[in-house]
């Protein structure tokens, strides 16, 4: 990613041209005060511009490949070693105002230490090439390195001191270097450059340059397999990031996953026909099993490329706005807050916006279809065959304008809101395009089949009230609603829809990209030839390409021209189709073969998408796929529910439904969706936790590692502190216990303290001290006189007793432990016989263990209570059957 050194070119203009002196006789003072101004500012950049007096025109800048080239040697021979690329239009200001401009954001990147060059764009537009410098880039690597060490994200540290370079593991690795370098603040080392955002508002667009030799090697391959490997999902990484790899390893997942529903719905259709409840069970349980699978999936791939819990490293936005700055009390750093509260506050706008889109959104497809079904149920007039397309038309006409509103709300909403990171912002702007896009995809199949063929026999007559001529009308008093309405649908979107949702996804912005470029290119030449005849010989040497440098350029400004890739669109459109499938998927058993075999086209479509017709995306890390999770979550219940109500309502054919039994039903689906659910996450977290568990072992192989490290490297040293009863030698480290006549003579001289005294006893003291407590203990328990204690016949000391066996009890046993002692340790208590509780039976360790623990006395207090509760109820239950005898006698 290196880019060309510039060198200076001192061109001399033929002054004996009298073209060439007509042409300058034509400059106007703007621009040769614009001219000017460029020319200064190259020379303060190092870059020897000539500005001559006589001809008042900028000297060209000339370009050479450059020698010097860092691993990736392909990439940096087809993009000249360009880091990244920026576009300063400058279309409606005017020169002074576009060379002040210029002239700031050379010096930004200037003092960030960034290298740069410029060529001409199309139109009135610059493109300005962006080289980071080898030293900074690798030094940049590294210090990322040791903030993911820092921050648990990796857990090897990296080696080297603090001004080390090390060389990237993949392209993205120092894309990503490169785009904190260019689009970071300068507090935090960067050139502080927002595209689009104050004073950077005329740079319309920031981005690296693809590699079109891997991605051409990757789609040829890709063209020749049927499934995704890992290997395929670490070259994407390698190449675009982690975030657009974890969008490739879920569809892959979902596509591979696809193959079930495929495979049984085919058979469920051909044995059981449609709305089958075995088919209906099957899918929603593969449904679940694909939702759980996929969040153990994420944590491996996480662990996989070292990405897990990377969002404590986003940095803020440049659209945060603080209300004041705390330290941390851990890190130290100076934190930029912003009241929850207040952002709560904002946050509760999005119950009114979900409102608004719902009945905008809503009302549209609710007239659409009413309009739809009087046309083709009602209508019977003239331009029937044509009027039954006018719904679609206007559907297709309008949908547009209002999503378009609806998303330029929602994005001043999400800005409202105020949100840190760019991670956060885009979870709430990817919450609301979900909400909308639920309501365009999933409402008008929805009114189908709960609104229109169950109760389409009681609406329809109240369309005849419509303002229509009556002779154009006609309702048939035994209207029957096609039940079939719902089965054609989703045949429309399983297989109809997703072809033009490919092409219009895929092949008409391809179409549409080539021919709008070949009419700029149009444009472009015919600017040039109109500009050639007013501008200065060395102005128009730099407006034309060189022929070393044509097919880069050329490349470059189409790249310029492109849209922006944003993978969560993508996502979202795999969301809907997982939508289609578990909300409507038991009507048609099919529709999960025709997502399958549509998959293995969108996967090769959508990188050619983003290869060919976007922008390299900068690769930015994440760890899942965002709020789409939530979504397929949400998806899975609501498809439980739709499946038991589809299965309930069509099964029979509408015959005998009752609102009871239906509820009922819904309620049942739910509560086995919820123990299906709870089943499915434990196995699987069970079976499928070894990524876990490998993550786990190497946390600590890593830190047993360094400990090792640490104590091998250390020193072997004596006491680094003197005890009480150490004598230190001057000449060694090691230490040897006093004499006894040495320790007698300290301890007249009262020179041990507390301290040694308490542990001046020898370990045969302390052994015979610990043997007189013990008969103690157990003589104090004595009751009878010349007795022993049930401790003393079952205590065996090994040791030899010592010579002096008298000792004196600490304390007197109470009347109630003697009596708990008292009895031998066989013996069995048993309860009072008169009353009828033969079987009682209490044995001595029993109460011992209560005794243990505090609770005897209370047992034996409840016990009694309650058996004097028992032995009265017992009285008064014989006493009322004697009574009850003597009445009857």
Known sequence: ??????????????????????????????EENAEAKCGVLAREQGTKYEVESSS?????????????????????????GV????????????????????????????????????????????????????????????????????????????????????????????????????????????????????????????????DHSANAELLRKWSRTILLTAEDLDAIRALFGEKVAFYFAFIQSYSSFLVFPAISGAVCWYYLGSYSITFAVLNCLWAIVFVEYWKIRETDLCMRWHVRGVGVLKVTRAQYIWDKEVKDAFTGETLQVFSAWRQFARQLLLVPFASIASLALGGLIVATFGLEVFISEVYTGSLKGYLEFLPTVIFSLSLPSITNVLTSIATRLTDFENYRTQDQYELSQTAKKFVMHFITAFLPTILTAFVYVPFGTRIVPYLSM???????????????????????????????????????????????????????????????????????????????????????????????????????????????QFGYLTLFGAAWPLVGLGFLINNWLEVRGDFFKLTRECQRPPPVRTDSIGPSLEG??????????????????YRDGLADMQLSSFLLTILLAEWAYLAARFAVRTGLRKVLSGALRSESAQRYAFRKSYLDAATSSSPTRG????????????????????????????????????????????????????????????????????????????????????????????????????????????????????????????????LRWLREFGLGRRVFQVFFISFGFLFGCVCVYRNMSSRDANVCS
């Open 83 to 210: 880091d990244w690329v920026l576009q300063y239009q400058f279309e409606d200001l005017t020169a002074s105002q576009a060379t002040d401009e210029f002239q700031a954001l050379v010096q930004t990147l200037e003092e960030a230490h960034l290298q740069i060059q410029v060529r001409h764009g199309h139109g009135a537009s610059l493109l300005i090439f962006i080289r980071v410098p080898h030293d900074r880039l690798g030094n940049m690597i590294y210090q990322s390195r040791v903030k993911d060490w820092l921050y648990g994200i990796t857990h090897e540290l990296p080696t080297g001191v603090r001004k080390e370079t090390v060389e990237p593991d993949t392209p993205a690795e120092a894309l990503r270097s490169v785009y904190h370098a260019v689009t970071w603040s300068k507090s935090q080392g960067g050139a502080g450059i927002t595209p689009g955002l104050g004073k950077w508002k005329n740079i319309t667009a920031a981005f690296p340059l693809h």
């Open 632 to 649: 397929l979550e949400v998806l899975t219940w609501l498809g439980a529910l739709s499946t038991a109500a589809i299965v309930y309502l």
């Open 466 to 576: 419509m303002p229509i001529r009556r002779d154009s009308m006609r309702i048939s008093h035994e209207f029957h609603v096609d039940t079939n309405r719902l089965q054609q649908e989703i045949i429309y979107l399983s297989l109809t829809g997703q072809v033009l949702s490919f092409g219009e996804e895929v092949v008409l912005p391809y179409i549409k990209g080539v021919l709008w470029r070949k009419w700029r290119n149009y444009q472009d030449r015919k600017e040039t030839t109109r500009r050639s005849r007013r501008l200065s010989l060395a102005t128009n040497h730099i407006l034309v390409d060189s022929v070393e440098e044509a097919t880069f350029l050329s490349r470059v400004r189409s790249e310029a021209g492109a849209d922006e890739y944003d993978v969560h669109e993508d996502i979202l459109e795999m969301c809907v």
């Open 719 to 846: 006491n680094l502190r003197v005890r009480f009863r150490d004598r230190v030698s001057v000449y060694t480290t090691a230490t040897e216990p006093p004499s006894p006549q040495e320790d007698d003579v300290l301890r007249r001289e009262g020179r041990i303290e507390p301290e040694a005294q308490f542990w001046a006893a020898t370990r045969s003291e302390t052994i015979k001290d610990g043997l007189r407590l013990v008969k103690a203990f157990c003589n104090s328990n004595i009751t009878e006189k010349g007795g022993a204690s049930v401790e003393d016949r079952n205590v065996v000391i090994s040791r030899p007793q010592p010579s002096d066996t008298s000792s004196t009890p600490i304390g007197k046993a109470s009347p109630i432990e003697g009596v708990w002692q008292a009895r031998p340790k066989n013996e069995v208590w048993r309860g009072t016989t008169g009353l009828g509780f033969r079987s009682l039976r209490i044995t001595l360790s029993t």
């Open 1 to 30: 990613m290196r880019f060309p050194e510039m060198r200076v070119v001192k061109e001399e203009e033929d002054d004996n041209s009298e073209e060439n002196h007509k042409s300058r006789e034509k400059h106007k003072g703007e």
């Open 56 to 80: 008042e025109h900028l000297v060209g800048v000339d370009m050479s490949p450059f020698s010097s080239r860092r691993p990736f040697e392909q990439a940096e021979l087809e993009n000249l």
